[in-house]
């Protein structure tokens, strides 16, 4: 297995997630890195460019070379960001609304990933609906 996958799976675990529900999270199709991962095979770049510029937290040296710290300095809020915070909410830093964001985006994989299997499970179900009609009218 080469580093540089190594590190993608250190990050998927990092963030809580699969290596199939990460690969979700950055628009590769299923089985980019899992298969890569057991074959011990390169990805294309445009996976790593995904994953940069998707987890911008992580070092891109880092992640490319295994050089320095694994993820960047928290950044101090942008200046085009205008998130304004209620009193109530003064003391949540910008790293914590960062994970909460990616948590919420994690989320939404699993959602869509759970739709499209209900989708394929109510196919299967309405079949065999078929399938039994047919045999109980012969």
């Known amino acids: 297995m080469s580093s540089v996958l190594k590190r993608i799976k250190i990050v998927a675990d990092r963030e809580g997630?699969?290596?199939?529900?990460?690969?979700?999270?950055?628009?590769?199709s299923k089985g980019v890195f899992t298969r890569a991962l057991a074959n011990g095979t390169d990805i294309q770049s445009k996976w790593l460019i995904s994953l940069v510029e998707k987890y911008p937290?992580?070092?891109?040296?880092?992640?490319?070379?295994?050089?320095?710290?694994?993820?960047?300095?928290?950044?101090?809020?942008?200046?085009?960001?205008?998130?304004?915070?209620?009193?109530?909410?003064?003391?949540?830093?910008?790293?914590?609304?960062?994970?909460?964001?990616?948590?919420?985006?994690?989320?939404?994989v699993t959602i869509k990933s759970q739709e499209k299997t209900i989708m394929s499970l109510e196919r299967l179900l309405s079949s065999l609906e078929r399938e039994l009609d047919l045999l109980k009218n012969k």
């Not at 997630?17 to 628009?27: L, Q």
């Not at 295994?66 to 928290?74: C, I, R, S």
Request: net charge negative.
């Open 17 to 28: 997630m699969s290596v199939s529900a990460f690969e979700a999270t950055i628009g590769a």
């Open 57 to 108: 937290q992580y070092s891109s040296e880092w992640l490319l070379k295994g050089e320095g710290e694994m993820l960047k300095p928290a950044d101090i809020a942008k200046e085009d960001d205008e998130t304004y915070l209620t009193p109530e909410l003064e003391g949540i830093t910008n790293s914590v609304i960062y994970t909460l964001k990616q948590v919420v985006a994690s989320q939404n």
